[in-house]
């Protein structure tokens, strides 16, 4: 199983990013497994982003509730970090991630670089 992110960059405050991840390698359709994003800025702990379950509820990092949304499309294998009204402290590698029956996988990361 691969996972490949795309989409981060350097935007301003205030501005927006979508971050793709794309799974490749499995048989299992996305919805039926936990996929999300994590995300670890220098010299800090990995911390959780967001999350799908297999059973389809969503979990957020409580200080990122209502300005992150996860998203996925099943056909395209695809899982969706929508990232508004970002701030410096946003700033970080965010990583995908999945869980394919019981086996951890991580992507390599894509940085996003928030501007003040």
């Known amino acids: 199983v691969e996972l490949v992110e795309s989409g981060g960059g350097l935007v301003q405050a205030g501005g927006s990013l979508r971050l793709s991840c794309v799974v490749f390698g499995t048989t299992s359709s996305i919805n039926a497994i936990d996929i999300g994003w994590y995300r670890q800025d220098s010299g800090k702990q990995r911390e959780l982003v967001a999350l799908i379950s297999s059973q389809n509820t969503t979990t957020y990092a409580d200080s990122l509730k209502g300005r992150f949304t996860i998203s996925s499309d099943n056909a395209k294998n695809t899982v969706y970090l929508q990232m508004n009204n970002l701030k410096s402290d946003d700033t970080a590698v965010y990583y995908c991630?999945?869980?394919?029956?019981?086996?951890?996988?991580w992507g390599r990361g894509t940085q996003v670089t928030v501007s003040s």
């Open positions: 991630y999945a869980d394919v029956f019981g086996i951890n996988y």
